[in-house]
């Protein structure tokens, strides 16, 4: 490459965090964090999404709640420490085109800064932390919103604090927050779109997701206040302008991580390994940058044409399989004391989905020698 990855200038920037990461405060609470990501950073796997997987995650993202939804189900972090940055110019870019195509306006703004996303498992929760690289007046600074989210692949999340109690806010009101927050991390467009004018099945499911997404507190939390305020803690409306601040930076990643994991776990998946040149020095904040190993991620799929391919890979059990001849076999009946009653034998037969693309088996005999 011919800069390097974003996260190693994140573990360049966190080596003088009082010069390089915007609004750091300071105080032991705030040394003790930055020691603690920049460990992770370093042990994490890192993943650099090409543009073919930036393509198909955000055509797959487009997808209805009930196919997002079996996209979260699948798509758990495959490791409990993961860095994963893309192109955040082209992934725009495809969103004003794939918009425009609809008929609907999509303001890529003034500057779009370089986007990269930690995620760790934390007390059995993932939590899914952005980091970026601001550079105002040719000065450059790394910076993370103090919220984040979680997502639950598995279950809903529910009102209890860590204590068991249940939180001081009320029913009505969390619910209100709740959706809040899901709408910007699927986006406004696409919580209207479905919420609104979506069919009842589209808001089945869409209630479903906002119950395995929620708002949380991130590593940055630490050293974006005073050790003094941290110690006292803040109100209700300090932690909403925490979380404007969120939504505002990261509206719909929610939703094309969720596609993106889906489309991780996904068997058609292939990764390079990929190790910096050692002649090749690159210097960020001041430093020499370190050589971190990384997987650039692509996927064996033809160009998106629309969503209608992603409905086929993330519907029904079991996993998606391409289209493939399945060898004739015995299948054995038995009765409930596992006696067989009867072998039958089932003939060769085509299987699979043509439009996820084909896999050829080449059966090899080996003849004994005489």
């Known amino acids: 490459m011919d800069k390097p990855i974003l996260a190693s200038e994140l573990i360049t920037a966190l080596g003088d965090a009082k010069k390089n990461i915007l609004g750091w405060q300071g105080g032991r609470y705030a040394e003790g964090m930055r020691r603690n990501v920049q460990t992770e950073i370093v ?29 979260l189900e699948r798509g758990i972090p495959p490791f409990n420490s993961l860095w994963i940055e893309w192109d955040e110019v082209y992934r725009q870019e495809l969103l004003k085109k794939i918009h425009e195509s609809n008929g609907k306006t999509y303001d890529l703004g003034e500057t779009i800064m370089p986007v990269g996303y930690h995620v760790l498992k934390h007390n059995g929760d993932y939590i899914y932390a952005l980091y970026t690289k601001y550079e105002p007046d040719n000065k450059s600074y790394m910076v993370s919103p103090q919220i984040g989210f979680s997502i639950d692949n598995e279950k809903p999340f529910n009102r209890l604090d860590a204590s068991g109690n249940p939180k001081v806010m009320s029913e009505s009101d969390w619910l209100r927050a709740s959706w809040q927050s899901t709408e910007a991390y699927l986006g406004s467009w696409y919580a209207q779109e479905y919420g609104k004018n979506g069919t009842k099945k589209d808001k089945y499911y869409l209630d479903q997701i906002r119950q395995r997404i929620t708002t949380t507190q991130t590593a940055s939390m630490h050293w974006m206040i005073t050790q003094e305020k941290f110690d ?17 930076v990261m509206e719909g990643d929610g939703r094309f991580m969720i596609a993106l994991l889906g489309l991780l776990n996904y068997d058609l998946i292939a990764t390079e390994e990929v190790t910096p040149p050692k002649k090749i020095d690159h210097i960020a904040f001041g430093r020499k940058v370190p050589k971190n190993e990384y997987k650039v991620v692509t996927i064996n799929l033809p160009k998106p044409r629309g969503k ?9 059990q079991g996993s998606p399989k391409r289209e493939h001849w399945r ?9 409930k004391q596992g006696n067989v009653l009867k072998r039958i034998w089932i003939d060769q037969q085509k299987v699979g989905n043509q439009e996820l693309g084909k896999i050829t088996h080449d059966y090899v005999l080996n003849k004994k020698d005489a």
């Not at 995650?57 to 209805?64: F, G, L």
Request: proline share 2%.
């Open 232 to 248: 006292l803690g803040w109100d209700q409306k300090e932690m909403s302008k925490f979380m404007e601040i969120s939504y505002n």
């Open 327 to 335: 060898r004739g076999h015995w299948r054995v009946l038995k009765n």
């Open 43 to 71: 042990t994490a796997q890192k993943f650099v999404l090409s543009k073919s997987l930036i393509e198909h995650a955000v055509q797959a993202s487009m997808s209805k709640p009930e196919i997002l939804f079996n996209m």
């Open 308 to 316: 209608r391919v992603y409905s086929r890979m993330f519907t029904g």
